[in-house]
């Protein structure tokens, strides 16, 4: 006998727990946040004054690279959701289709990189994308592609790429398992009525594969999003920011004024983070709605 | 209850219990048991000890209690020498007394804003090496808060008074510093200069040309190291000492706000330098990529000609590459055409963190560092010091480099002389970067710098801003 019947509506009530620990762990912080953004609280006093709203028309006042580093994190967030989500559906329908061989090895290999930590990735890629000593360039030189050698990390118009690139090759892994389960869920007897009808992969692709992947790749979109706006790990670990300030992002920004013991300014910051993550997302779940009511 | 019911009822309660048992789902059996679990095991990993320490029991003698006691040292890497003297002083003490030390090695570009955050959020480590300078030390660790206080330690006294302002705070002393003073300098690979027929040169018109010679020589003229984030500012701060000397008590209206920095002309002259030296490929192709790690290497190779650094590096290369014995020669920096010696009192030194269940064990072990067997070894096993900051321990300095640094004038490096300006010191190397890779000017950075003095000093209710 199962503890729940999932068939009946419980009592609103029933989710006050859950509700609780939200509000106390999630909610109130982010609120608290906000709070402390009106104030001029850091490390060098004790006491801490109301300011209003200087730290945020200090963000937007173009004094400071606030709004590029807003910039780049909006930047960062679009091309990795693309990316990952792209190449995810590429490899789950690769993965799942009957001619490939191998696939879980596959799929495992290309997971992998998943579950290593970012700083191993960091260093690892730091290493590999040295323009002199480097695996990458080495390898196009001796390639004959010596015009296709960069420095990847260390040209301000390229580290942002480099390091949307190394993100997708890290984070790719996981958007093919849950597509590859989104792909599992969709009856074969489609795909038979499809070939009945002599239709091809692409056909099959476009008509039946992407349309009933819907849910999953709206679920991937919040995942890649919610991700990418929070970015920090992998930027701080490849570039520190730099060269330059060339690939700050709001997080590292955080950072480093919460380092530099103005905690205000990196409330400031994280509070505007936390109204984006917050709007953006209810937005899109408001759109994914009516696909679960369905 | 269960005692007072009849047998047959508890037959058919237990089978009742096993039939409910065999319809739920086992998959969701085992996910319960593994849900309880992992809430063991948190409630169990959150009453562990910090730094791998184990909680003797109250029954346990003392000494076996501070077998496991582990101290965590938290430093950059060019906190600590090479040699790894620190280290095996470290092994020393433990022998001694079982106290165990964990040094955590951070990269010099984190490790600022690291320290920090550890310290905010109450997880900072037992020992921290520190960047000590007495216009900084409250910004940085803000000791008061922080720190244990050592001024009543007996070896406080055989430390040279001067380096004591930079580890104390209202004459309170927090700190141990080892370090002595230290001299910035371009060193020369003597032998590349003679093959070239090049002098040590003193206008940067020369410099340049020294550079130029070199370059079509085939080699690169100097090692630049942006990946510490902190190398590339060196020309900036380090030439200070030529700074007092063109403008009447600078570092008092700097420090009073009576003056902007961006008045002192000479920072922004030597950034468009700096800017020069790129362009003209003085630096190399990879400088953006290099750290300073690698300058001893390259420099022992004959790959580069010239490296900007404390006169310590010098020795260090020696012991680490014997065949450059003798061939490293020192100039001052000519950036701006300037010709005086600048010295820095200030270096890292190490504080106990005031929230360590160790704090006594921590003490302990600056006790033992600070005996004149330990001071002695301290300066024998660390090549990259010429002379430690304490009374009666000799210098290592080489008569050819103490002739050459008494035939100039002297003076104090910017950022021990100049407040907010060490705090931001990692920013400035980060605008440089910017600078090199063609996305800021000379004249923003100089900007940046004076708007984060102002804040840094607004932050800090400053009366000479504020007011």
Request: charged residues 20%; negative net charge; hydrophobic residues 45%.
């Amino acid at each position: 006998m199962c503890l729940l019947n999932f068939n009946k509506t419980y009592p609103t009530y029933y989710a006050i727990p859950a509700l609780l620990l939200f509000v106390i762990f999630f909610f109130l912080p982010g609120v608290l946040g906000i709070f402390y953004s009106f104030t001029d609280w850091n490390s060098l006093r004790a006491e801490v004054n109301f300011v209003g709203l200087k730290n945020y028309l200090k963000i937007f006042s173009g004094q400071y690279d606030f709004v590029k580093y807003i910039l780049n994190t909006v930047r960062f967030t679009g091309l990795t959701m693309i990316t990952k989500t792209v190449f995810g559906i590429i490899f789950a329908m690769l993965l799942t289709h009957k001619l490939v061989k191998f696939q879980n090895i596959q799929r495992m290999v290309i997971f992998i990189p998943q579950v290593m930590s970012f700083l191993i990735v960091g260093l690892v890629f730091k290493s590999l994308l040295n323009p002199v000593t480097g695996f990458f360039n080495n390898f196009l030189k001796s390639a004959g592609l010596s015009v296709l050698a960069r420095n990847w990390l260390s040209d301000s118009n390229l580290a942002l790429s480099t390091v949307i690139a190394v993100d997708t090759w890290k984070g790719v892994g996981y958007l093919m398992i849950i597509v590859i389960a989104g792909i599992h869920g969709i009856s074969s007897d489609y795909y038979e009525a499809a070939q009945i009808d002599g239709a091809s992969f692409l056909q099959k692709t476009w008509h039946i594969t992407l349309p009933l992947l819907k849910p999953v790749i709206l679920n991937v979109t919040v995942l890649n999003l919610t991700y990418g706006l929070r970015v920090f790990d992998i930027i701080y670990a490849l570039t520190n920011g730099g060269p330059g300030h060339a690939t700050e992002v709001i997080n590292t920004a955080v950072y480093s004024e919460f380092s530099k013991g103005n905690y205000a300014m990196g409330t400031t910051l994280s509070g505007i983070l936390f109204v984006f993550v917050m709007l953006l997302s209810f937005f899109i779940l408001r759109v994914l709605e009516p696909e679960e009511k369905s | 209850m269960k005692g007072r019911m009849p047998h047959k009822a508890s037959v058919y309660l237990a089978e009742g219990r096993q039939a409910r048992f065999k319809k739920m789902n086992l998959p969701r059996c085992i996910a319960a048991l593994l849900a309880v679990c992992m809430c063991l095991a948190a409630v169990t990993a959150c009453g562990s000890l910090p730094g791998g320490a184990q909680e003797g029991t109250a029954a346990e003698p003392q000494e076996a209690r501070k077998k496991d006691v582990t101290l965590t040292f938290g430093s950059h890497q060019s906190g600590l020498p090479t040699s790894g003297v620190v280290q095996e002083l470290a092994k020393e003490y433990e022998a001694q007394t079982g106290v165990k030390i964990d040094f955590q090695i951070v990269s010099d570009a984190q490790w600022r804003d690291l320290l920090k955050v550890k310290l905010d959020a109450g997880e900072a480590y037992d020992i921290m090496n520190v960047d000590a300078d007495p216009l900084s030390l409250v910004s940085r660790i803000n000791p008061e808060q922080n720190c244990v206080e050592l001024t009543d330690q007996e070896w406080v006294s055989r430390m040279n008074p001067i380096v004591l302002d930079g580890i104390s705070v209202n004459s309170k002393v927090y700190g141990i510093q080892f370090n002595g003073i230290r001299r910035s300098v371009f060193f020369y690979n003597k032998k590349i200069f003679a093959d070239l027929a090049l002098q040590i040169p003193t206008t940067y018109e020369a410099f340049k040309q020294v550079c130029q010679a070199v370059k079509d020589s085939g080699l690169t003229p100097i090692y630049e190291a942006t990946q510490n984030g902190w190398h590339q500012v060196l020309p900036v701060c380090e030439t200070g000492s030529y700074y007092v000397t063109l403008y009447d008590d600078l570092y008092e209206k700097l420090n009073k706000n009576e003056m902007n920095i961006k008045e002192v002309k000479e920072i922004e002259i030597i950034l468009n330098e700096m800017k020069e030296f790129a362009e003209l490929g003085f630096f190399g192709d990879n400088f953006m990529n290099q750290s300073v790690e690698g300058a001893k290497e390259a420099f022992a190779k004959g790959e580069v000609a010239m490296f900007n650094n404390d006169t310590g590096w010098a020795a260090e290369t020696e012991a680490e590459f014997p065949e450059t014995a003798g061939n490293i020669g020192i100039f001052v920096a000519p950036w701006s055409d300037n010709q005086t010696v600048s010295s820095n009192p200030t270096c890292n030194a190490y504080f106990i963190n005031k929230n360590s269940k160790y704090v006594e064990e921590a003490k302990g072990f600056f006790a033992f560092l600070a005996e004149p067997d330990s001071l002695a070894k301290f300066l024998e096993g660390a090549p990259n010091l010429v002379s430690l900051c304490w009374k009666d321990t000799p210098s290592k300095e080489k008569p050819e480099y103490e002739a050459y640094f008494n035939s100039l004038p002297a003076g104090v490096v910017m950022q021990v002389g100049v407040s907010y300006i060490d705090p931001q010191w990692m920013d400035i190397g980060k605008d440089i970067d910017a600078m090199y890779v063609g996305i800021m000017t000379p004249e923003e950075i100089m900007d940046n710098i004076s708007l984060r003095r102002d804040e840094l000093a607004e932050l800090a209710q400053d009366p000479a801003w504020v007011n």
